[in-house]
């Protein structure tokens, strides 16, 4: 990708998944990561793995002692900061709606929306200090764009994260900042590992994923390479986009027979959710 050898970015959530992937592509590029997670060993693990001079960090990104850290290690070593991925989030429960407590709620928008507001807010601030121009992707979600009955902290979050890149973007293009988004459909990572046997945690994710045009789940490579062209000088005129990346799923018009239209057993379904039959 143009532009990105010798570049300094910050990747955030980078211990595992689409983090990691993002890290390593980066890195392939030519680029110093600054790899941010909360699970020290596997961030540190990552670090290493890099094929450029890197660094890593433990830090919460939902508070801003968290975010100077990890801002305050880039410029440490690097000097300076041009590219961020903020990638960090966590899925929340998967609880019905009645039953999703404020302290789930909150939890999941501290990191989510806090974590990407506070993230953006620092790059500003950095590229303002060094007198230049940079780029940010933001990880936002198949559920920033669509609906579910469940996961509501996450698809609220994901949803609000579009509306910190929309004004970002906004702001940034006279001063040469672009802002976009990936929005990842079904890729297996940890972020669903709390839950493995739930309907729609970790487990289905490959039968879930064989509904899609492509008939298959996504790999944390498949959302790295994205990043990259977004943080890429090839997409130099592009900003305050969403980039689907999720096997053409956003695109399926679920009331057509190819879309699988009465393909599920929504009785199951129904009494899984609400404990009888509603339809």
């Known amino acids: 990708m143009r532009g990105l050898a010798g570049k300094v970015a910050v990747v955030t959530g980078a211990a595992g998944g689409i983090g990691a992937a993002t890290a390593r592509r980066l890195a392939a590029d030519g680029v110093h990561v600054v790899a941010v997670d909360t699970d020290e060993d596997g961030v540190r693990a990552v670090a290493k793995s890099l094929d450029t001079d890197g660094a890593w960090i433990c830090a919460d990104v939902s508070n801003e002692g968290g975010v100077k850290s990890y801002m305050d290690l880039a410029v440490e070593r690097f ?157 130099a005129y592009l900003t305050g986009e969403v980039v689907s990346v999720d096997g053409g799923a956003s695109i399926v018009s679920t009331v057509r027979p190819s879309g699988g239209a009465g393909a599920w057993d929504f009785a199951a379904h129904d009494r899984a959710l609400y404990g009888k039959d509603v339809s």
């Open 79 to 235: 000097g300076r900061v041009d590219l961020h991925h903020l990638n960090a989030g966590i899925a929340g429960t998967l609880a019905p709606l009645p039953d999703v407590t404020l302290a789930e709620f909150n939890q999941v928008m501290a990191v989510n929306v806090r974590g990407v507001f506070l993230g953006v807010r620092a790059a500003f601030r950095r590229y303002a200090e060094q007198g230049g121009a940079g780029s940010i992707v933001i990880t936002g979600s198949i559920g920033s764009l669509r609906g579910s009955a469940d996961l509501l902290a996450y698809q609220t979050s994901k949803h609000a994260v579009l509306g910190i890149l929309h004004g970002a973007a906004m702001y940034g293009g006279p001063l040469g900042v672009r802002v976009n988004a990936v929005a990842p459909g079904i890729v297996p990572t940890d972020l669903f590992a709390a839950t493995p046997d739930a309907a729609g945690g970790k487990d289905d994710m490959v039968r879930r994923a064989s509904s899609t045009p492509l008939r298959r789940a996504g790999t944390g490579d498949d959302i790295a390479s994205v990043v990259a062209f977004l943080l890429s000088d090839d997409a």
